[in-house]
């Protein structure tokens, strides 16, 4: 979607708001693909003394398989949006992650929601913080309990340990 900002690029106070719904189920991270519906963005762009600011929230609903335990999860998910929008980049070498560049008179928001999203997402999926993950020998999900795993002995300590069983 192209925001026409052509009535406030020139207007400092004036401002326009926007919302944008975008299907991003393309996007693979890891080996799935956990957004099975739109991710949803809106907010306001601000004429701020001749600066585009824009600012609002980004929210998608995630379905993902937990990187410890390995069980499918959903969870809901909300990034600010905070970024400035202009007309050209004065040093294209030290391009920073929250300025982006107008086409014209317009801000290509699919552009800009889709990169504040990537760049928000955490590099794993964790279905809760403190996930205790799965048993490394039985693969049980350790969230649901303690394994029938017994611990092993370092081998090293082989010896002491036939000293407490006699």
Not at 59 to 71: F, I, K, M, N, Q
């Amino acid at each position: 979607m192209l925001l026409d900002l052509s009535k406030i690029i020139e207007c400092p106070g004036a401002s326009t708001d926007f919302s944008v719904s975008l299907d991003l189920s393309d996007l693979c991270f890891g080996s799935c693909y956990p957004l099975k519906s739109p991710v949803v963005a809106s907010g306001t762009v601000r004429n701020t003394a001749g600066v585009l600011m824009t600012s609002g929230t980004i929210s998608a609903h995630l379905t993902a398989v937990c990187d410890r335990c390995a069980g499918e999860f959903e969870q809901d998910l909300e990034y600010p949006l905070d970024v400035v929008l202009v007309t050209e980049l004065a040093d294209e070498d030290h391009e920073d992650d929250r300025t982006f560049l107008l086409n014209g008179n317009n801000a290509d928001m699919d552009e800009i929601v889709r990169t504040v999203f990537i760049l928000n997402m955490d590099t794993k999926f964790l279905c809760k913080e403190d996930c205790k993950g799965m048993c490394c020998r039985c693969g049980k999900n350790l969230n649901e309990g303690p394994c029938d795993c017994k611990k092993e002995i370092d081998p090293r300590f082989a010896a002491l340990q036939q000293l407490l069983e006699k």
